[in-house]
C-alpha cells in the first residue's frame, strides 16, 4: 500500500535525521519531547465522552480536545505530508484505551471487534496520498491487539468539508448516501468499531452507522482523536 510505503519512509527519515516534524528539533523519535507533552495536553480528562453522545447505544471515545497544539499537529499530518504524526499518537489513543476503566465493558464484550477506519474519497486519497484515520487505526490496532479493516467501507460520494457546511441540514445533504459496503467486502463480522481522527457534529459518523446497519453490521462504539471541547451544533 503506497500510504504504508511512504509513512514507513518518513519514519525512517525522522530517525535518521532526527528532526521533530512539528518544530525541526532534534529528537530521538519521531517527535521531541516538547512536542509530545504539549499534545498530551490537550489530552481529554475523560475517555468516554458522555456529554455529546452519537446515541444511547453507541458509545463515543475521545483522546484529546481540538485545539491548541494537538489541532496543529493533526493540520500538520494531513496538510504538511506528516503522517508519521499519527502513529506516534495512536500510541497514545491505545494506551489510554487498554487501562481506560470507561472502556473496559467494550474490551470485555467485543474482544474480536473489528475496527473500521472512516474512509476518503478516492480523489482526496489520490491528492494527499494517506488517510489519517486509516493511519490512526492501523497503529491502535497493532498495539491494542485488534483487528483493522480499512475496505469494508468506502465512501464513493466526493464530498465537502464538514467545516464549510452551515447548516445542519446542510451537513445532512452533503454526506446523504457517501458511503457503500461493497458486495464483494460484505463480512462475517458483525460487530465493529468505527475510528476517525476528528468528531465535530457527527454527520459523518452517523451515515457511517447507517450505512453498516444496512448490511446487518452494528458499531459498537467509536474512538477518534478529537473532539472539541465545547459544541453548539
Known amino acids: 500500500m503506497q500510504w504504508f510505503i511512504r509513512l514507513a519512509n518518513t519514519i525512517n527519515d525522522s530517525l535518521w535525521q532526527a528532526n521533530c516534524p512539528l518544530c525541526k528539533r532534534p529528537t530521538d523519535g519521531i517527535l521531541c519531547k516538547d512536542c509530545d507533552r504539549q499534545i498530551t495536553a490537550y489530552q481529554s480528562p475523560n475517555f468516554l465522552q458522555i456529554d455529546y453522545p452519537i446515541s444511547p447505544e453507541?458509545?463515543?471515545y475521545s483522546w484529546g480536545i481540538y485545539d491548541g497544539a494537538l489541532k496543529r499537529a493533526?493540520?500538520?499530518?494531513k496538510y504538511d505530508n506528516h503522517p508519521e504524526i499519527m502513529a506516534a499518537i495512536a500510541i497514545k489513543i491505545a494506551e489510554t484505551w487498554k487501562r481506560s476503566p470507561d472502556a473496559q465493558f467494550l474490551k470485555k464484550s467485543f474482544k474480536k471487534?473489528?475496527?473500521?477506519?472512516?474512509?476518503?474519497h478516492p480523489n482526496k486519497l489520490k491528492s494527499r496520498g494517506f488517510n489519517q484515520a486509516e493511519i490512526l487505526a492501523?497503529?491502535?490496532c497493532k498495539?491494542?491487539?485488534?483487528?483493522?479493516?480499512s475496505q469494508l467501507l468506502q465512501r464513493t460520494k466526493d464530498t465537502k468539508a464538514q467545516m464549510q457546511t452551515k447548516?445542519?441540514?446542510?451537513r445532512e445533504a452533503n454526506l446523504a448516501k457517501a458511503f457503500i459496503v461493497p458486495s464483494n467486502r460484505h463480512s462475517h463480522q458483525r460487530d465493529?468499531?468505527?475510528f476517525d481522527d476528528i468528531y465535530t457534529t457527527g454527520a459523518t459518523i452517523r451515515e457511517a452507522i447507517a450505512?453498516?446497519?444496512?448490511?446487518n453490521i452494528t458499531v459498537q462504539g467509536v474512538i477518534v482523536l478529537s473532539r472539541p471541547q465545547f459544541k453548539n451544533y
Do not use: D, G, W, Y
Open 192 to 194: 465493529v468499531i468505527l
Open 113 to 120: 471487534s473489528l475496527v473500521i477506519p472512516i474512509p476518503l
Open 143 to 149: 498495539s491494542a491487539n485488534l483487528p483493522c479493516n
Open 58 to 60: 453507541t458509545p463515543l
Open 74 to 77: 493533526i493540520a500538520a499530518c
Open 211 to 215: 450505512t453498516l446497519a444496512a448490511s
Open 167 to 170: 447548516t445542519k441540514q446542510e
Open 138 to 140: 492501523r497503529h491502535f
